[in-house]
């Protein structure tokens, strides 16, 4: 009789063993699928930034004329292109530093003899 219930004793073990790697395999699909999910909210957020900052700039008089380049990565925004002076490109970044969810801008914009 003891023997049996060693041998139940075992196969229970094994079987809760089973049950915990289910629960891990569970948990880390879980994580895996958050993780995904809000790099996706990130990247569509970025498009979004990104997006606003264009409509902006092509709503903008002074600003729709220079072809700018614009890219987003969690609030900071790069703009990139050529216009016409110094004092230009400090306008056009302040134009795309008062778009809602702008954190910061790194202003690469270049002029003439820059």
């Not at 925004?77 to 400090?90: E, L, N, P, Q, Y």
């Not at 056009?92 to 914009?109: H, P, T």
Request: net charge positive.
């Amino acid at each position: 009789m003891k023997q049996a219930f060693c041998q139940d004793s075992a196969a229970g073990q094994q079987m809760h063993q089973s049950g915990q790697d289910l629960k891990n395999a569970a948990a880390a699909t879980g994580e895996s699928a958050e993780h995904a999910f809000h790099g996706t909210t990130d990247q569509m957020s970025d498009a979004t930034l990104t997006t606003k900052v264009k409509s902006t700039l092509l709503d903008n008089e002074r600003t729709r004329k220079y072809r700018i380049h614009v890219e987003s990565d969690h609030g900071k925004v790069t703009i990139d292109g050529t216009v016409g002076s110094r004092s230009k490109a400090k306008y056009v970044a302040s134009v795309v530093a008062a778009v809602s969810g702008v954190r910061s801008v790194d202003n690469k914009l270049t002029w003439p003899n820059s």
